[in-house]
């Protein structure tokens, strides 16, 4: 096991009806800014239970924090929170309303260009207080200091992380997901796996324990991951789909253990190539760059076919092949496409990707080897 | 799954090497008393870490805290660090120590009887910093907010729990581990495996993650307790036993679960009447237990013996017994007994143990049905 240290202070509030905590949780005397995206959470009641927990508090709203929040939006939004002395911060909705809260809350104190925050997330600092009412179960970012901020203008999309960006304490309620469009859901499960498997799949080093939990992730994934595309309304799905992504990217599974996210990366590429969603490109990358490291991938493929997908076959190579075969045919079963060529995506993103992997002058995953050839590779598989 | 609301902000850092980081996560400036047990730190090189870490850090010493850390003993170290106008406290040693250490903290900065605080933890407030060198995986103390405090003089001995109490950062390094007493090791495994099973073995609770979780921490016991008893120098395995330890009582495996906990009370009453190690309570007490209540049990007996202990037999009630069996197998292969007569305890120990639970007028487990008679019945067949 790797050395590591470990800190995780967010609050999670948890189940039917915690929305009314924002009451109690919010001190009074707090100043406000509410901030949303699009207006779905007016048609599902979530609005309407934020605004009576929070009558006795000042509020102002922020409206129209897109997907991939743009840089440009937040500092509209500063302005806002700056006119009004707000001295808490409310994110209502998904992971990018919530990544774009955490970023105003470092930009409301910052005295330079605030995309600087963003390029070195060193300078961040501690902040006006940022809580969420999480609607839509996928990036994790209730429950850690991440957030991934686009500049359209630039052409820039980027991640940055600091322990100052946790938010004080987030509210996930099964039930506000249930008016869910199941493209959002299916989207969801594939990249709480993806999150998981970014944190397992690599070699084995002796992390029995995060192994076993990872694997539960996983697990419990390929069980309810069908049932909740088909079904937005069981509680008991829904919780479950719930924990699972706020548990596969808060640190919790990732202790002491190596990491790869070569998949991540080079799907923000086609997205930003492509515009593809981000799990879209996620479940088209990983079963070929699954086929292109499982070399050396070979021990935890073996123990993943084993204990998540509960493949008795004895060849090995056979057993690696099917484990992928499972995964691949995981996602389509959420309602994913797996091969570019379903998008309209054809061999030229082999050279266009790989370009831009070539530009930015980084290697890859836990062994930094994935390079702009295994790129290639990796791109050609998955037409 | 149940409603919950889950927090925990203490700092893990874990790894070799780690005591160093001593000299850093105390803020310079700070004055520190740090609180021992007995000698066994000076041995290992504990001590001598520690003090190099802090040598530039003014530091003033209490040795003597003692297993099941006792009120009194602790009062003279309210006293030492006052004296010394202490603001940081640091635990160097195992539960004992650290839960101490807490109290200490608390009755620092209040103004009556401190036994007040653990007869009603909600008393206890915002206080002096805790933080802890941990060298005994066993209690989960290093991460939670809970202490058990013995009172000798009044023949008493109470766990009480606050959000107040938990240390801002504790240092888990496997290698100093390496030294303790084989029966200590013992001890932790059982400890260990039973603040899982006593979150995880109760009824469905739909909670599917958590149930991975819980059977993550209790199959990676199964398959490195043996082991880590009989050689306590596997960085590896006393990695995963001490991530173990403290991830099965740090509510990471608590959320939204039903919990049982009639055990740990059971064995606390025997403890007092007959001086068993806590973990030997344990041992003795859970095989018997389980077959009292293995009809309310049943759905979650069947899983866990599919899950944890691998049984492929058909019969759900054979099914059962041999994962009960299992169980009692297991504790006796980490090296504790499971019977009362092989501690010299005859049956006189039915009526008086039931008559604490009596006089003390709780009932305990998930459903609340664990009374006097049941206890009769469990001391009986643990005889």
Redesign the interface.
Known sequence: ??????????????????ISQLATEIPSGKRVMITFGGGSVRSNSVYDQVKIALKNHFTVEFWGIEPNPDYETLLKAVIVAQENNVDFLLAVGGGSVLDGTKFISQAMSFNADPWKLVKNAQLCKPSVPVASVMTLPATGSEMNGRAVISYRAKKEKLAFMSEHMFPK?SILDPEVTYSLPTHQISNGVVDTFMHAMEQYMTYPA?????D??A???L??LT??GEKVVKDHTNY?LM??YM??AT?ALND?IG??VPQDWATHRIGHDLTAVYGLDHAQTLAVLYPAFLKVTKAEKRDKLLQYAERVWEIKEKDPDKKIDAAIEQTEQFFRRVGLKTRLHEYQINDEAVEIVAERVLLRGIVYGEHKNIDADAVKKIIRLAL
Chains 1, 2 share one sequence.
Do not use: H, Y
């Open positions: 096991m790797n050395n590591f240290s470990f800190v995780n202070p967010t609050k999670i509030i948890f189940g039917k009806g915690q304490f002796q992390a029995f324990l995060m076993r939990w694997e539960g992730i697990k419990t069980e309810i008991d919780s479950n924990l699972c548990m919790f202790m002491g």
